[in-house]
């Protein structure tokens, strides 16, 4: 873990080059929003962030989610809190209580889940889906052959408030073509908002058209334990 101030030093750097590929690439087009990822790290690592005045952040497991956020949110009410990991079904209903973004809708289970936990908590959380651009069979995600006709279930069907896509590239892959396969795919079902790019390749993403872009470890370090 980096020290604070060096934790917001980063944070405005990226921020920075956020800006810098934007107005390079996207001009005219409206700034990408930086999800800070804070997975892993406590609220003590967090709080200069939001004190810096950033307030939209990302965690990856619910349970996590919920050790931390409740205090911040009540200190800091403007957060907007995105889920960028797996869920479960049966942690639905914690997810939708404690977030604000979900965007990992991968599957019509969990898609339908989210429309009734949503419907019973008075809540319209805007939602994306998961894209798993390059086919692997071990990780989450809609193929991308099967976007289109998944899209139009959660919006017909359920009545899902999708507001775009996600991807996180294999590792091994150059990410650019993955990001404009995302682009292609926003396009064609008229989603507006792209969530791709990490810490190793926000640039490119905004390059391509990121609307959200997720970014942890180049803001607080290394995590050490699991990803
Ligand atoms: C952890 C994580 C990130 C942030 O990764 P970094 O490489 O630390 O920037 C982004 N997206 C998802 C889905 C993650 O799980």
Redesign the pocket.
Known sequence: MTSPQNTVAQFFLIRDRIAQSHKLFQPGTSLPTL?V?S?QFDATAIRPVLEAGHRCF?E?RVQEAQGKWPELKKLFPDISLHL??PLQTNKVKDAVAIFDVI??VDRPKLAKSLAEEMHKQGKSLPCFIQVNTGEEPQKAGISPSETEAFIHYCREDLHLPIVGL?C?PPVDDEPAPHFALLRTLAEKTGLKELSMG???D?EIAVALGATYV???????GD?NVY?
């Open positions: 999800i990822v997975k990302g990856n960028i990991g965007e990992t996600m996180i990490m810490s190793a926000y997720r970014v942890g470890s180049a803001i607080f995590r990803t």
